[in-house]
T-cell receptor
Framework: GENVEQHPSTLSVQEGDSAVIKCTYS??????FPWYKQELGKRPQLIID?????GEKKDQRIAVTLNKTAKHFSLHITETQPEDSAVYFC??????????????FGSGTQLTVLP | GAVVSQHPSRVICKSGTSVKIECRSL??????MFWYRQFPKQSLMLMAT?????????EQGVEKDKFLINHASLTLSTLTVTSAHPEDSSFYIC????????????FGSGTRLTVV
């Protein structure tokens, strides 16, 4: 099955700086890679996702890059703000088409943005 | 957008009792529902995949007789924790994919189960 590794487990940055979280996956069949932000006791919130036919995607201060050859993808948050502080999870799925497949999650990154 | 309603949000039960958690897809048909468990400060771990009209598929190490899953309709899936013990205390969350929205997975709001 799929195995997703995520680093770092904790990340502290100064407000306004950039934050980068990296994930690797093992299953070359995976073709969908979402990133979630989860606040304590709440459901994961999708912040950005990317499919395997795209190398990079950006949405305002958030961007995701995907390297299919190396099987890794990264989340980039620029101009960080205190409200960006949360746990971030990457995930992978072979769910681009056809039947829904489960998401395999990374271990999570606790991001703290220091004011 | 797609919404999955999950109830209850919090439940406290005594050891040995059973607890049922419901997930309903409100505006789409969820032929497949995924059930995850999340312990404090840990990731979401898939417990089982629930398919409408058929038996659920359980992940290795998850007891199917303890975690009963029923997916009787295209909009409702339930997880029953039977004979709950304190070690079953966790955050349980369901997820389904709305095919109308590309690959988006929609999550329920989660259930915080505390077994005393």
């Amino acid at each position: 099955g799929e195995n997703v590794e995520q680093h770092p487990s904790t990340l502290s940055v100064q407000e306004g700086d950039s934050a980068v979280i990296k994930c690797t996956y093992s299953d070359s069949a995976s073709n969908y890679f979402p990133w979630y932000k989860q606040e304590l006791g709440k459901r994961p919130q999708l912040i950005i996702d990317i499919r395997s036919n795209v190398g990079e995607k950006k949405d305002q201060r958030i961007a995701v890059t995907l390297n299919k050859t190396a099987k890794h993808f990264s989340l980039h948050i620029t101009e960080t703000q205190p409200e960006d502080s949360a746990v971030y999870f990457c995930a992978a799925s072979e769910g681009f088409s056809g039947s829904a497949r489960q998401l395999t999650f990374g271990s999570g990154t606790q991001l703290t943005v220091l004011p | 957008g797609a919404v999955v309603s999950q109830h209850p949000s919090r439940v406290i039960c005594k050891s040995g009792t059973s607890v049922k958690i419901e997930c309903r897809s409100l505006d789409f048909q969820a032929t497949t529902m995924f059930w995850y468990r999340q312990f404090p400060k840990q990731s979401l771990m898939l417990m089982a995949t629930s398919n409408e009209g058929s038996k659920a598929t359980y992940e290795q190490g998850v007891e199917k007789d303890k975690f009963l899953i029923n997916h009787a309709s295209l909009t409702l899936s339930t997880l029953t924790v039977t004979s709950a013990h304190p070690e079953d205390s966790s955050f349980y969350i369901c997820s389904a994919r709305d095919r109308r929205g590309a690959n988006g997975y929609t999550f329920g709001s989660g259930t915080r189960l505390t077994v005393v």
